[in-house]
């Protein structure tokens, strides 16, 4: 059982209240990724976007600083947006991260929530699809190391005797995000790649035909599953309380702008207590997120559990305090509970 942490880099807000610059921001993600170290959280991934209020556009940079600062911990992404990258080139510079950090990194594909990314390098959104399959496939291949010949429609053919530098025999550690669609577990199951539930809202328990889903798909095709994992948001202080306070304070300013774009109706504080006490939302003490982070755990039969800890413009120094409690206690009591 693996437990990790991701950000997106949220812009956060300093002591006065104002809106901290992304360059400041991406020091601090660092510092609180070394934190993660140095508390025993296993992994540690960046999510990928193009946006004011995400300060991450290029996770593999931070990840190789990350890298340099510390000695044990996995680091990915959350996810890359494969649609509108270049699958050659992000192997490129995940075996050079593999290289630098002793094998430790790996990512987590899929195509995004937003679609920021499509216009800005020059993809037509129309092509969401196909632009995923088959930059997923050319990925695979060039994964498994050796020579890769592969034609598709929105790429040049590749024909080349290897990809340098090489990842080594396994490749790169590589993960399928998953939002919640039947084509996207069967797509996993096709490239035999493990699997990342987004589960951002609603009870988890939801989620179980997909991983019924997943585990049917390998049946039939004669192999042993790969792992799955689930990735949701949350945030934890010393008390519920409190927890609940301060992360109520940085997920209404990030719903409501999403609302604004996306034309949501209006977060209530009692939508958000729900989804803190049956959703998907792990907030509150150690105590209580380590038992709910169980719940889902032995609920979906998972092998990792990912929690987004930064939420809107949450300061960096109660980010700072939820990884610490992340690390010191809440693992700790989760892996007591599921030994039990």
Do not use: C
């Not at 947006?81 to 510079?93: F, I």
């Not at 050319?138 to 090489?166: C, E, K, M, Q």
């Not at 709910?292 to 300061?315: H, M, N, W």
Request: glycine share 10%; charged share 25%; net charge neutral.
């Amino acid at each position: 059982m693996e437990f990790a942490l991701d950000t997106f880099g949220d812009v956060t807000r300093g002591p006065d209240g104002v809106l901290l610059p992304q360059d400041q921001v991406l020091r601090d993600v660092v510092e609180q990724a070394v934190l993660a170290d140095q508390t025993g959280v296993d992994a540690f991934a960046l999510g990928e976007h193009h946006r004011d209020d995400f300060a991450v556009s290029a996770p593999e940079i931070l990840l190789a600083n990350i890298a340099a600062k510390t000695g044990r911990i996995r680091l990915g992404t959350a996810v890359t947006v494969l649609s509108t990258d270049d699958p050659v080139r992000l192997y490129q510079r995940f075996s050079t991260l593999n290289a630098l950090s002793g094998g430790r990194g790996e990512v987590i594909l899929g195509r995004g929530s937003f679609t920021e990314s499509y216009p800005l390098f020059g993809h037509d959104l129309r092509d969401y699809e196909m632009l995923f399959e088959e930059k997923l496939d050319l990925f695979t291949r060039i994964n498994r190391g050796g020579a890769v010949a592969w034609s598709g429609r929105h790429r040049p053919p590749l024909d080349v005797p290897a990809v340098y530098p090489p990842a080594g025999p396994d490749g790169i550690r590589t993960w399928v995000g998953v939002g919640g669609s039947p084509e996207s577990v069967a797509r996993a199951v096709r490239h035999d790649l493990p699997m990342m539930l987004a589960i951002i809202g609603g009870d988890p328990r939801r989620f179980r035909p997909y991983v019924q889903l997943y585990h049917a798909g390998y049946e039939q095709a004669g192999r042993t599953p790969k792992p799955l994992g689930v990735h949701s948001p949350g945030f934890i202080a010393e008390t519920d309380e409190a927890a609940r306070a301060i992360a109520w304070t940085g997920y209404k300013a990030l719903h409501e702008r999403l609302a604004r774009e996306r034309r949501w109706p209006p977060m209530t504080r009692d939508a958000f207590v729900a989804e803190v006490e049956q959703g998907s939302q792990y907030v509150g003490s150690p105590e209580t997120v380590a038992r709910r982070i169980v719940d889902t755990v032995r609920a979906l039969r998972v092998q990792r559990f990912e929690l987004k800890y930064s939420s809107g413009p949450t300061p960096h120094a109660d980010l700072m305090r939820s990884v610490e409690l992340y690390g010191r206690r809440v693992i700790p009591l989760a892996r007591e509970m599921l030994a039990g």
